[in-house]
């Protein structure tokens, strides 16, 4: 009887405090601050970025922990250009318990990248790998990183050549997770061209372009596919395609120089020949 009491003690302890884990009551500040950033958000939906941004500075100021409240600020801020206020609550967001987040990890990478800020970047794509590996936009961020690293620092022509491969590998890694991602398969293509390889990228461009209705592919899908066919010799083709650029007023004298300038680069290195 007295180990069946015991038992009976213990068992409704125990009931006791899970019950009380469950219904732990939420603090009026928590409480003001989530009500705070639901509007804060409604605000932004409706486009009025100054009410949005108020509702969730104060969202902040009554929950600073809340790592949601300080994401959906940093991207109000960003939009109104105020960088560096942005970056400042993302990287506070990660200092107050948001290590694990990648979400955080790959906002502030974006946001890096945009500021050419790309050994930042990278490091913050690099964790957000690491805690996303499903997540095709760790990936692409990894590779973007790497890519215009290679692009924009000296550095050995093995080490850069290196590096154009590692990104060609994120970028393959992210299209397997996201094959029907026209924007993504195009940077694969570039640093399919910079490792050497024009016909996968080649494949990769007119992948991107199967996914758009004919008179509605993105003119950086054309482009790419001008400036790979012209280094296979293609020149017809090449031609052809941007006379269709023409057409569709997609083209510029920035990029016909460009254009012309590789195609004057290709037959120059077949003469050579």
């Not at 732990?24 to 009410?51: D, F, K, M, W, Y």
């Amino acid at each position: 009887m007295f180990r069946l009491c015991l038992f009976g003690v213990l068992l409704l302890s125990a009931v006791g405090c899970q019950f009380n884990r469950q219904f732990t009551p939420i603090s009026p500040a928590h409480i003001h601050s989530n009500e705070q950033s639901r509007r804060g958000i409604v605000a932004l939906e409706q486009g009025n970025l100054t009410e949005a941004e108020r509702r969730l500075e104060e969202a902040v100021k009554w929950n600073r922990n809340d790592t949601n409240h300080r994401q959906h600020l940093a991207d109000i801020l960003w939009r109104q250009e105020k960088h560096q206020e942005a970056l400042q609550h993302l990287e506070e967001a990660v200092e107050r318990g948001g290590q694990s987040n990648a979400s955080l990890h790959i906002s502030i990478a974006e946001k890096r990248l945009e500021l050419r800020d790309f050994i930042t970047a990278y490091r913050h794509a690099e964790e957000a790998v690491r805690l996303a590996p499903q997540d095709h936009r760790s990936w692409a961020l990894r590779g973007t990183a790497k890519y215009m690293i290679a692009t924009h620092r000296p550095a050995p022509a093995e080490r850069t050549l290196a590096m154009f491969h590692e990104a060609r590998n994120d970028y393959l890694r992210a299209v397997s997770i996201a094959p029907n991602d026209g924007a993504l398969l195009v940077r694969l293509a570039s640093a399919q061209v910079r490792c050497g390889q024009p016909e996968q990228a080649l494949a990769a461009l007119l992948t991107a372009q199967s996914l758009y209705s004919q008179g509605n592919e993105p003119h950086e899908v054309l482009l790419g596919k001008t400036e790979t066919l012209a280094m296979l010799h293609r020149f017809d083709e090449a031609q052809a395609v941007l006379a269709t650029m023409r057409q569709r007023g997609q083209a510029n004298p920035e990029m016909e120089r460009r254009l012309h300038e590789t195609m004057m680069a290709v037959r120059g290195e077949g003469m050579r020949r």
